[in-house]
């Protein structure tokens, strides 16, 4: 059945492909509502102006400029709302599994292995939610697999002026347009510059002048957009467990390293016991496989990972999941080789074992289920239709704190937006029972707003209002709600 399958290979491989990214449109067309960072960073894209993305943002958030710049164009050519907000990451999650399959076709001869990572990394959950939400993490991803593809080309090329002007600018744009794109130009220069010295036992010139160009747009991009925030208590503090360590000092530190790679392979296959295995298992052969007959290639996937664990550990680079997800493509591409390698040498038995557990895996990676069920994270938008069609013109609506970037999004910037007034802005720590006094009107009537509500606070809240009214309605709908009080 297997020998069957492989001859269709050239039919199956495509119609794997096509799968993933129909699977991202189909989610992108859910339109779901934006979550708090999403809401964040689009109230930066409509507040500044094009030059603004060139220096920290407002609302804690972390973006590449050209990534805004692009946004930015999007929203005045499509309005502002989710479909041109998610355009990018769409288009970059799409991609990334176009390049991905060119890559498997590179790295990978078997072909019963070019169908099961390109349906690990299609129905994998993290890549398609990234590759239809509002940050740059897909991008980053399909940037890190297109720099690694376009280096291959030039592997035996010579560093004439006119590719040293490729590299140049290439280089330059990928750093203001992606931040991992940093570990991955490092391991482009390192990879040419082993290449040069096996072939020609010389430092090419050109290579060190592009080199010299991306450290220096790396230093401006860190200076002007990164390090003000970067170097910020808050968010040392909301990272501290996703930073790396390679030595690490105590028992909790070193569970702290041990879990983030961890994550890391469940990420790649699944969480299963069995897929840790599996993954660790061939991710291992892979490595030692590249490394003993492909040196350039080893070092183009190999050192991107060690770089970003590198500046982990100088609590420079965090490893959360959407932080790490330009690595998930390289690593599967590692597991590939060891995979491939090794199903070579397989008997028939073995083989058929294996291919069991590579359907698990795909199995468990569960994100085809969204073909036929809504990803949604936090309906707001449903709650606001709801306030639209109960809450009287009158009405007082008080906004939660955390709540309040979505609110504002979806109250005063979307193309759709439903400009409800009165309303209050709660700060941090105010409460119904010291807001509502201070800004009731004519209407006896309040309503509360929450979204990205924990819910210590968000009882907290109602517990306040409870004093100085009683709760008459509410309407609740995946973490988001609304609730009316009546004095």
Known sequence: MLAKLKGLSFLLAPFFLLLGILL??????????????????????????GIAFFSSLDYQQYCPPVFLLLTKLNTHLLGVNEFSLKLLPLLGGGLLLV?????????????????YLLLVLGFSTLAIRYSTEFKQYSLDALLTLGLIYVALQFKAAKWTLKNTLVWLVLGSLMIWTSMPSIFVLAAI??????????????????????????????GLYFWTVLYQDSTSDLLQDYHQNFFFEFLPSTAAEAARSFNLIVGLMTS????????????????????HQIIKKKKFEAL?????????????????????PRLSLFLIPICLLLMGVGLSFAWGKMPPILKTATAILMLISIVNKDGYRYFGTKMEFEDSKAVFAFLAKHRASKDLV?????????????????????????????KWAEKPA???????????????????????????????????????????SKVAAAYRFDQ
């Open 434 to 476: 010291a807001i509502v006094p201070t800004q009731q009107g004519d209407s006896k009537t309040f309503w509360l707003f929450f979204a990205h509500t924990f819910p210590a606070e968000k009882a907290a809240y109602l517990e306040s209002a409870e004093q100085i009214a009683r709760p008459i309605q509410k309407y609740e």
């Open 300 to 320: 183009l996937l190999l050192l991107p990972i060690l770089f970003a664990l590198i500046a982990s550990n100088l609590n420079l680079y965090s490893l959360i």
């Open 398 to 426: 008080v906004v939660q704190h955390d709540a309040v970037p979505t609110f504002v999004f979806y109250n005063s910037m979307h193309d759709n937006a439903y400009h409800f007034q009165p309303v209050y802005l709660a």
């Open 24 to 49: 991202r449109v189909v989610v992108y067309l859910q339109n779901r509502s934006l979550i708090i960072d999403e809401a964040n960073l689009a109230r930066n894209v409509v507040e500044k102006s």
């Open 268 to 287: 790649i296959t699944d969480r299963t016991v069995l897929g840790l295995i599996f993954c660790a298992l061939f991710l291992s052969l892979g490595t």
């Open 189 to 218: 220069g390192f990879a040419f510059l082993y290449e040069s010295w096996i072939t020609e036992r010389k430092i090419p010139v050109g290579l060190v002048l592009a080199g010299g160009f991306w450290l220096l747009n790396f």
């Open 99 to 115: 390049l991905f399959y060119f890559l498997l076709n590179i790295f990978i001869k078997e072909s019963v292995v070019h169908w």
